[in-house]
């Protein structure tokens, strides 16, 4: 945890509800991150929260970074981010979960359910090509999502000097995930 703590300040992201936050275009908020500048990709009016997803906190592991500790992010301040792209790490899928695919998709789509026959499909370990799985699948992962309460954004514009220390919820994507990205959290 200490790691990723040092990684979220070294990026500035614990600071991104200090930004004074703009609006553009479709209401949504615009953070300064200090590398660069984010836009929030969602707001949830019946919890008050708003999703920046997709925030690179780290820069691409691939290549001579492969293997190596987080490097800051490179500073792009031309360009407002917004999360739109998905982004799915590489996962494994456990033998049991392939094996389960197909008799699953059966019964979900409708197909007569008994125990014995279910045993039987799972059974037969016919499976999905694991390449199917990793389609999609890009090694450059190094990206969380933050979650903001409208009320510190709202604070951060009527009184950035209080803006400190407020809670936010943070996911990184592709921790212990087997078959889903965080868009589907």
């Known amino acids: 945890?200490?790691?990723?703590?040092?990684?979220?300040?070294?990026?500035?992201?614990?600071?991104?509800?200090q930004a004074w936050p703009h609006h553009?275009?479709?209401?949504?908020p615009i953070v300064d991150l200090g590398y660069e500048l984010y836009q929030a990709t969602s707001y949830n009016a019946s919890t008050g929260i708003?999703?920046?997803?997709?925030?690179?906190?780290?820069?691409?592991?691939?290549?001579?970074?492969?293997?190596?500790a987080p490097?800051?992010?490179?500073?792009?301040?031309?360009?407002?981010?917004?999360?739109?792209f998905e982004r799915t790490c590489p996962q494994a899928v456990p033998t049991w979960q392939n094996n389960?695919?197909?008799?699953?998709?059966?019964?979900?789509?409708?197909?007569?359910?008994?125990?014995?026959?279910?045993?039987?499909?799972?059974a037969e370990g016919t499976t999905i090509p694991i390449s199917q799985f990793l389609d999609g699948n890009i090694e450059d992962c190094l990206f969380l999502d933050v979650y903001v309460p409208r009320k510190v954004l709202e604070r951060a514009e009527t009184d950035p000097g209080r803006i400190e220390n407020v809670p936010v919820l943070f996911w990184v994507g592709?921790?212990?995930?087997?078959?889903?990205?965080?868009s589907l959290i």
């Open 71 to 84: 490097q800051p992010p490179e500073i792009n301040r031309s360009v407002i981010q917004d999360g739109s």
């Open 24 to 28: 553009k275009g479709n209401g949504l």
């Open 100 to 122: 389960a695919f197909i008799p699953l998709a059966e019964y979900s789509n409708g197909g007569p359910f008994n125990l014995s026959g279910w045993e039987a499909g799972i």
């Open 50 to 68: 708003y999703k920046f997803a997709n925030i690179r906190f780290a820069r691409s592991p691939a290549g001579e970074l492969r293997f190596r």
């Open 174 to 182: 592709g921790i212990q995930l087997t078959s889903t990205t965080s």
């Open 1 to 17: 945890m200490r790691i990723l703590r040092e990684i979220l300040v070294g990026t500035g992201l614990l600071q991104a509800c």
